[in-house]
């Protein structure tokens, strides 16, 4: 039986970066992933945020979206946020998540397809999860379980439309409760879905988003069309995500953003800290060290988008939504959407 020093579960963004940046310290690192291409099984939309882009030399992203709409269950008078910046980018998931992958073998580490957890032929001093909203890493090291979750659908297809990008959000209760449907739209590919409580879906996914696409001018496809979709948790960052036995990062650690659902920008910056305390946790056997890895202490970040998450959960029916849109538009309900999206 072959024995390494950490063995990440989940070849995500998370999981890959993580096993980078320990591979890159001189640790043994093994990551199992259980799908046998990365190509399928994509749950993400796959939009990076400018904080992120900031931050972070990424590859096969698309054109900038500078522009956002905000719609309300009747698609009348949007609100319309444009930024001097650049806000967002989305990426080719597939063409990162490859590039992730040799980036990690170049370090070092070992990035096995279809291959399952816990895994009989390799011993780890360490385990990390990030193996996804319903983890089973955190339940075999008695770790929290993502239980707030939303899921969702999306399809993704190459477009000509030569419009302005635009990030188009809708706010309606029957089509995606306790969420939005969305539209982003970059000029090269656009991405349509929506996402919400399956609870109170009132039919199929796909359904729903057929009649999302119906009633929605979303841009016509030029190509083949790609569905993704699946759990995403909303809960925000678990208090218990670290054990002397191993830790999570990434959708595993409910790293999301309670109110917007974006999960790729703690997917970037999370693996740093775990990395961190997982080398000198090895290095010194120190148990205090495992302390500075805290998800009680870094959920404070996400208490106003959790309170936000809550109101957004008790909209429930289409007037209740345009009542709210009519404070949107007033100057302060601008400038608090400017805040959550472009801040």
């Known amino acids: 039986m072959d024995t390494v020093d950490v063995l990440v579960v989940g070849a995500g963004l998370a999981g890959l970066t993580t096993a980078r940046l320990l591979a890159e310290a001189g640790l043994d690192v ?27 030399a990424l590859p096969h992203l698309g054109p900038a979206v500078r522009r956002v709409l905000l719609y309300p269950p009747s698609l009348e008078k949007p609100v319309e946020l444009v930024s001097a910046r650049d806000e967002f980018r989305v990426g080719d998931m597939e063409g990162i998540y490859a590039s ?52 969702g659908i999306e399809e993704v297809y190459p477009v000509r439309t030569g419009s302005v990008p635009t990030f188009h959000c809708v ?24 996402a919400g409580r399956a609870d109170r879906f009132t039919a199929p996914l796909p359904q729903l988003l057929q009649r999302f696409r119906d009633s929605f001018p979303a841009p016509d496809p030029t190509g083949p069309v790609k569905r993704r979709g699946g759990p995403i948790p909303v809960g925000g960052l678990l208090r218990r995500i670290v054990s002397p036995q191993g830790l999570l990062v990434g959708d595993a650690a409910g790293a999301v953003s309670p109110l917007t659902a974006g999960g790729l ?32 202490a870094m959920r404070r970040r996400y208490l106003l988008r959790s309170q936000l998450r809550r109101g957004l959960s008790l909209v429930r029916g289409p007037g209740l939504a345009e009542v709210a849109f009519a404070l949107l538009r007033t100057p302060p309900g601008k400038a608090a959407a400017r805040r959550i999206l472009f801040d």
Request: net charge neutral.
């Open 100 to 151: 992730a992958v040799r980036d990690a073998e170049r370090a070092g580490a070992q990035v096995s397809l279809n291959s399952s957890y816990p895994a009989k032929s390799t011993r780890a001093r360490f385990t990390i999860g990030a193996d996804g909203a319903r983890s089973t890493v955190a339940k075999n090291l008695g770790l929290d379980v993502n239980r707030q979750l939303i899921t």
């Open 30 to 56: 093994a990551v199992c992933e259980r799908r046998t291409s990365l190509e399928t099984g994509i749950r993400t939309t796959g939009i990076f945020v400018r904080r992120t882009l900031d931050d972070y």
């Open 171 to 194: 706010v309606d209760p029957r089509l995606a409760p306790g969420y939005i449907a969305w539209v982003i739209d970059d000029g090269e590919h656009a991405h349509v879905g929506l």
């Open 265 to 296: 920008d703690p997917c970037m910056r999370m693996p740093e800290l775990a990395a961190s305390v997982t080398f000198d946790y090895l290095r010194s056997g120190n148990r205090y060290v495992l302390e500075h890895y805290d998800g009680a």
